[in-house]
């Protein structure tokens, strides 16, 4: 079945220790997202990518980054990890635009210890 | 401030009960998605509307988009403990390429 598909689902780093989280999706889908979600919160946006244009939400801290290098493979990378960061981490596609319907893959949960 | 408001935030029921949870915003909305998300899991889509006024059925669950295509509701009947789960209302709004979550509704169904 065509779906998102994070890796690894469950993450722990160091304090500091870069990590890299991944997705990929078979639904070739221009549109790719990272969110990051934490206990019981609605997911808040990090970045996106349409097609090959990176676009970031102007509170994301340069902390995490993201790479796409081809259409289906999105990379987000926490440079240096603080206690603050540990959350669930939701990759997401769209057909097109941002108001057609995202689907979701099933998380990476991080743990920062 | 949440371009989305959803209400109640907790909602802890009786299997068998009614629930209605509400999605508002003042804000007009292109299209509107329902998710639900169960603990450790991703959202998974439930509903997409479009039209003011539109009415959905899945099983148990009745979506409805208001008239003026700002507020939306989900009417659940007979909840059961496979309900459980965060609810979450999310719009998008083709000017800007803008897309909002609500504020989620965390559900319990007891037994």
């Known amino acids: 079945d065509a779906m998102v598909i994070q890796n690894p689902r469950y993450q722990v780093t160091q304090f500091g220790k870069p990590v890299t989280l991944s997705c990929s999706q078979t639904?070739?889908?221009?549109?790719m997202y990272w969110y990051q979600q934490k206990s019981s919160q609605a997911p808040k946006l990090l970045f996106h990518?349409?097609?090959?244009?990176?676009?970031n939400e102007a509170d994301t801290p340069d902390n995490f980054q993201s790479r796409r290098p081809n259409t289906s493979f999105c990379f987000l990378d926490i440079r240096s990890p603080g206690l603050g960061d540990a959350a669930m981490y939701l990759c997401?596609?769209?057909?097109?635009?941002?108001?057609?319907?995202?689907?979701f893959g099933p998380g990476t949960r991080l743990t920062v210890t | 401030t949440q371009l989305l408001e959803q209400s109640p935030q907790f909602l802890s029921i009786q299997e068998g009960e009614n629930l209605t949870v509400y999605c508002n915003s003042s804000?007009?909305?292109?299209?509107l998605q329902w998710y639900r998300q169960e603990p450790g899991e991703g959202p998974v889509l439930l509903v997409t509307?479009?039209?003011?006024?539109e009415v959905k059925k899945l099983k148990r669950l009745t979506f409805q988009f208001g008239d003026a295509r700002k507020d939306s509701s989900l009417h659940i009947t007979a909840a059961q403990p496979g309900d459980t789960g965060l609810y979450l209302c999310?719009?998008?709004?083709?000017?800007?390429?803008?897309?909002?979550f609500g504020t989620g509704t965390s559900l319990t169904v007891i037994p």
């Open positions: 997401a596609t769209s057909r097109d635009q941002a108001y057609y319907e995202q689907y």
């Open positions: 639904l070739n889908h221009n549109v």
């Open positions: 509307v479009v039209t003011g006024g």
């Open positions: 804000s007009v909305f292109s299209s």
């Open positions: 990518y349409y097609d090959k244009d990176f676009n």
């Open positions: 999310a719009g998008g709004r083709n000017t800007g390429n803008q897309f909002y």
